[in-house]
Structure formats: structure tokens, C-alpha cells
């Protein structure tokens, strides 16, 4: 799969030629309000239509509805097309307030880590082409934070070679980012070479009750065997750059390692064998055997160990809970509830990105200014996506009104 940099954005804005209606409209008033001397005072070429119009009446009053018509009809259609209630949200981000407006300033890479050829990855593996506050987040604030790596953004929604990216403000805003990259994800040819290619092929894979979620850890495996980087769920905020976490996971809980963050070097001996447990010991029937379930079982057996630790063994890092996962999804309420920057400081202190827990906690209201755990992550790590949650937020307060 070849990983290029997505073409410019290209926003196209429907006009009118009103040169006709409008010449029709004039010579119609001039039949109703005729006076010599305005007459003369008229561009010549009006003067003339009106002189036809006038001696057509039958003829004139039949273009004139005509033409109301048709441009009653048009504005009707076009304001149905562009009502955002009909497709959700759009890009709409006026051109004065532009990048700047959003990313005021360049990337900061004063003390950065040296440009390196390590990637930071996202994968989206459902249709959806209509990013979420939270997933604009994790890109936002992964871009942020590794100003030198490319982070790639792969959708199974976008066409494959499709030049321009879906008229929606994530896309607008993520652009805004010169490291960030927004590709279409085309799952065969992204399986071919590995031992999944064969198992992507069965069509009753499809039915299976947690398919996506199955795709999705199937992806980030490959996806780590192939090219190698960090690969990051788009429910993750993250705080540090994590370029010298090499070859590691973290820790959920007790009992079990979770792949919503990778970081691996591309032909790792480790997803090898994750991509061969994934085949050997398919099961996508029972909820997480082929994510958080593989990885703990193929990390025991290569650290020989029957209890998952924090340990660095053969290469290979479990890292504490706190470092990716410090709130566990047992406390997902948590990231609700206010705390001081103070509480936050020390939550925070050994923790490089924050797991938002998307699946339990997406249908929970953030109130947007507050002094809310998540919402106070939003303001410091990906302060453009919470310009615009601000702005939504103000705009549906007016409304409400």
C-alpha cells in the first residue's frame, strides 16, 4: 500500500448568472414606469431589449415567468443541497478566518525529536466520512505533539483516488496540519502478503456480530507489521510525543494488554506472531478475542508468563497502566467530572495520551466551556477541534434562544 500525501482540498461554491433575469426584470419596469428622459439615461443594450420587450408583451410576460420560475426552483434546490440538516456537517469555516483562525501559530519543534521515519497512524475501517469532535481531536493533537513524523489518517470511506476529501470542517481543519495526511484505505490490497489476506476473502466474516471492531484490530497489526510507527485508536488524546516508546503496549488492566496504542518497528517478530494467533485462533464471535484476548495471550507466551506485569521482555514493553490508559474503562465517568488543574497536573504526571473510552462514553454530554476532565484535555491538547466545539456549542446556545 502506498502511503502519499493526499491532494489539496478543493471547495467548489455554485453562481448565478444573473445577467439575463436581471435585463428582463429592468425592461418589464420600464414598460410599467415609461418616461422618455429615463429612457435615455439607459445603457444602450437595454434600451434595445426593452424596445423588443415591449413590443412583445405576449412573448415577454411568458420569458418573464419563465424565468422566475426556473430561478425560484434553483434557489429552492440549492438550499435544500446545502442544508446542513440534510448531511450532517459540512465544511463551512469562512476563507477570512482560514488556518490561522484555527492553528494560529507553526508547530513547535524546538526541542522536538530529529525528523524520523516513524509514522503515527489512524484507521477508520467503517464508511463513516464524517469525523467526530473526538476524532478530530486525536489527530489534532497527535499532529501537535510529533510535529517531524507524518501522521496518516487511513479511511475505508474515501474513493480510492478521489482528488479531493469530503466538504467537512475536520477535513478543513486537519489540513491545516502540515504532517497530517488523509488517505483512502482499499482493505485488499492493504492484507495481500500477510496471513489475514485469506481470511479478509470469506465473505460470512461479514455477518459475524463485532465484524468492525474485528476489521479494526486486524488492521492495526498489519498495519504494524508492514510499516512499522504508532498506531493510535481515534478515541485517544495524546499529551507526549511517543517516538521513544519502541516496541510496546499498554496495560488496560490486571488481566489483560490492549492494542487501542501500538508502537513497533515494521517486521517485528511479535506481530508476526500476532498475525499468525489471529488466523490460527479465529473467533469472532466472542467480543475482544482477536484484540485486547490476542495480544495478551501472544504476549504471555513470549514472555512465558502466566499474569500480565509491567516488564520489558525480549524487546518488547508492557507498559504501566498509566502511561496510555490512566483512567481505567471501569472509571470512564471520570473524564466528566471537574477537577483543578492541580488534580489534573498529578493525574496526568507519567501519562503520554488519555484512552476516551469512545464506545462507553460517546453518548455522554461534555458541556463545552467546563472545567471537566475531557474538556479540559480538548483546550490544552487540540485547542483548534475545541475552537470549533466552542463555536458549535455558542452557535446552538443563540439558536435555542
Known sequence: MRLERSSEITLKQPRINFCIWLQIMMAVS?????AGERMLRMPSCLLKLTRVVLSHKPCALFILIFVFVSFAYIKLYWGIEEDPKSHGPTYSLSAENGCAHYVPSPLDTAGGP???T???FFVETSEQTSPSYLFSCSVESAARSHPTSRVVVLMKGLAKGNASLPKH???FLLSCFPNVEIQPLDLTEFFSGTPLAQWFQQPQRQQEPYFLHV???ACRIVLMWKFGGIYLDTDFIVLKNLQNLTNALGIQDDNELNGAFLSFKAKHKFMELCMQDFVQNYNGW???HQGPGLLTRVFKKWCSLETIKSMSCRGVSALAREVVYPIPWQNWKKLFEAVTALELQELLKSTYAVHIWNKLSHETKLEIPSQALLAQLYS???PATYAKMKQDSEELSRRAV
Do not use: I, R, T
Not at 30 to 34: D, M, N, P, T
Open 215 to 217: 476489521l479494526s484490530d
Open 286 to 288: 466472542v467480543w475482544g
Open 114 to 116: 530529529s525528523p524520523s
Open 118 to 120: 516513524g509514522n503515527v
Open 30 to 34: 420600464g414598460e410599467q414606469a415609461l
Open 380 to 382: 490544552q491538547f487540540c
Open 169 to 171: 470542517w475536520a477535513f
